[in-house]
């Protein structure tokens, strides 16, 4: 079996529940694990896999399959209702007889969201786990976070387009910023090593829009040991709202 590393981060959670409850029943393809949801409390939980080696992950809930086809590299799921209390995940290899990878419980509070990241520190599968501080942006305003997967970078700093200073500085592998304001429109974002500022990754002319809260991804490899690794991006997802 692998061994496997989970690091658990926590960031709080502010007074947005309520309308994030009427904008996931209203707009998302979401559903819970387990049936109607009826009056039982529930948590919100989404998953990403950064994790090269295996490039998809299977992965059960209380013996129950959550998702019937594994996901790949690089894909979100995003926010499915999950009820609350101790919950067991299984991630498996669906590549290498269902090898179990990682084993956990993890306690879900009522009306918390929370994010499952994957990726591969070279020689096994790691985790972090945190809850999503999804506060809604500031009127004309987004939100973003920054999380690095990859592991065989330097410590880099992200630059917003036509910007001097650094927008978040000295990340290293498996760090995850808090949800920063960022403004509208479009916009370069690129990485640098914080050493040397070499220009390591760019995600050209994104749309950043109004009331959106985003994750931007560091993923892949910045040395690639054959053709079939991935090279070093970055990857934008969103959120919440969903629409």
Same mark, same amino acid.
């Given at each position: 079996?692998?061994? @496997?590393?989970?690091?658990?981060?926590?960031?709080r959670?502010?007074?947005?529940?309520?309308?994030?409850?009427?904008v996931?029943? /209203?707009?998302?393809?979401?559903?819970?694990?387990?049936?109607g949801?009826?009056?039982?409390?529930?948590?919100y939980?989404?998953?990403?896999n950064?994790?090269?080696? +295996?490039?998809?992950?299977?992965?059960?809930?209380d013996?129950?399959?959550?998702? +019937?086809?594994p996901?790949?590299?690089?894909?979100?799921?995003d926010?499915?209702?999950?009820y609350?209390?101790?919950?067991?995940?299984?991630f498996?290899n669906?590549?290498?007889?269902?090898?179990?990878?990682? %084993?956990?419980?993890?306690?879900?509070?009522?009306?918390?969201a929370? /994010?499952?990241f994957?990726?591969?520190?070279?020689e096994?599968?790691? /985790?972090?786990?945190?809850? %999503?501080?999804?506060?809604? +942006?500031?009127?004309?305003?987004?939100?973003?976070?920054?999380?690095?997967?990859?592991?065989?970078?330097?410590?880099? %700093?992200l630059y917003?387009?036509?910007?001097?200073?650094?927008?978040?500085?000295?990340?290293?592998?498996?760090? @995850?910023?808090?949800?920063?304001?960022?403004?509208t429109?479009?916009?370069?974002?690129?990485?640098?090593?914080?050493?040397?500022?070499?220009?390591?990754?760019m995600? +050209?002319?994104?749309?950043?829009?109004e009331?959106? @809260?985003? /994750?931007?991804?560091?993923?892949?490899k910045?040395?690639?040991?054959?053709?079939?690794d991935p090279p070093?991006?970055?990857q934008?997802i969103?959120?919440?709202?969903?629409?």
């Amino acid at each position: 079996m692998i061994t @496997i590393i989970q690091s658990i981060k926590k960031m709080r959670l502010k007074n947005w529940h309520l309308l994030f409850l009427v904008v996931l029943f /209203t707009f998302s393809c979401l559903n819970n694990d387990d049936g109607g949801l009826g009056n039982t409390p529930t948590a919100y939980v989404s998953f990403y896999n950064g994790a090269i080696t +295996p490039s998809r992950i299977k992965i059960e809930v209380d013996g129950k399959t959550y998702n +019937p086809k594994p996901f790949d590299y690089g894909i979100h799921l995003d926010y499915w209702y999950f009820y609350t209390g101790e919950r067991n995940f299984i991630f498996s290899n669906p590549q290498s007889s269902d090898q179990t990878l990682l %084993d956990t419980a993890i306690t879900l509070k009522v009306d918390k969201a929370y /994010t499952f990241f994957m990726a591969h520190d070279g020689e096994k599968l790691t /985790t972090l786990f945190t809850e %999503d501080s999804l506060e809604l +942006p500031e009127s004309g305003k987004a939100l973003i976070r920054l999380v690095h997967l990859s592991h065989d970078t330097p410590d880099l %700093d992200l630059y917003l387009g036509g910007k001097e200073t650094a927008f978040m500085e000295n990340k290293n592998f498996m760090d @995850i910023t808090s949800f920063r304001s960022i403004a509208t429109g479009h916009t370069d974002f690129l990485l640098r090593t914080s050493e040397d500022q070499e220009l390591v990754a760019m995600l +050209p002319d994104m749309n950043i829009r109004e009331g959106r @809260i985003y /994750t931007l991804v560091i993923r892949g490899k910045a040395e690639q040991d054959n053709d079939s690794d991935p090279p070093l991006r970055l990857q934008l997802i969103r959120n919440y709202p969903n629409f």
